[in-house]
Nanobody
């Protein structure tokens, strides 16, 4: 059974940093791309970042480019999202997801974590 467990969310002031982690189990981690999505209250889930199976390819939403960094450790079966220069509008529940290709659309991913709340105070 595939499981994705996010951690690292919390409350941070604008301009601060957080690092999210997503620990995966249940299938060969290095065979799958990983993605981060987020959903703010009253809004649709949106793409944040994705990373290829080897980690050689990374993709970002324009809204986070230059501030967020996605990375993965295939030995630890974990994907990370380093978030710097956080803004109030980054407040959302952040989800990690696993799929065959590092796409920007949610339907490309077949397993999802339960989410972790990130709240940025202005």
């Amino acid at each position: 059974q595939v499981q994705l467990v996010e951690s690292g969310g919390g409350l941070v002031q604008a301009g601060g940093s957080l690092r999210l982690s997503c620990a995966a189990s249940g299938r060969t981690f290095s065979n799958y791309a990983m993605g981060w999505f987020r959903q703010a209250p009253g809004k649709e889930r949106e793409f944040v970042a994705s990373i290829s199976r080897s980690g050689g390819g990374t993709y970002y939403a324009d809204s986070v480019k230059g501030r967020f960094t996605i990375s993965r450790d295939n030995g630890k079966t974990t994907v990370y999202l380093q978030m710097n220069s956080l803004k109030f509008e980054d407040t959302a529940v952040y989800y990690c997801a696993s799929g065959r290709i590092a796409m920007t659309s949610a339907p490309a991913y077949d397993y999802w974590g339960q989410g972790t709340q990130v709240t940025v105070s202005s």
